[in-house]
Nanobody
């Protein structure tokens, strides 16, 4: 069983940065694909970023491309989402998700089998 615990959210001002963490237990991150998604109040959940392994192919949504970076630390079994130049429209509950069956990064939420509880990111203007 794979368990995911997000952390690192908070309240920041526009232009500032945050780094979200997704601690994975039950499986090495070397063997799973991870995606980050977010959901703002009143909106549907949307894809943010995904990768399969360190140094492999990553993919980002158009709205975060160039500002957000997904990375992994094998020693910590943790996946990170570095978020720079934050904007008020980035305000949302951020989730990490994992899949044991993906061979490439996926933007589809249905591709992931395991989800964390989420961490809140609030960006003030």
């Amino acid at each position: 069983q794979v368990q995911l615990i997000e952390s690192g959210g908070g309240l920041v001002q526009a232009g500032e940065s945050l780094r979200l963490s997704c601690l994975v237990s039950g499986r090495s991150i070397n063997s799973i694909a991870v995606g980050w998604f977010r959901q703002a109040p009143g909106k549907e959940r949307e894809f943010v970023a995904a990768d399969v392994r360190s140094g492999g192919t990553s993919t980002y949504s158009d709205t975060v491309e160039g500002r957000f970076t997904i990375s992994r630390d094998k020693t910590l079994n943790t996946v990170f989402l570095q978020m720079n130049s934050l904007k008020p429209e980035d305000t949302a509950l951020y989730y990490c998700a994992a899949s044991l069956r993906l061979y490439g990064p996926s933007r589809g939420a249905n591709s992931y089998d395991y989800w964390g509880q989420g961490t809140q990111v609030t960006v003030s203007s």
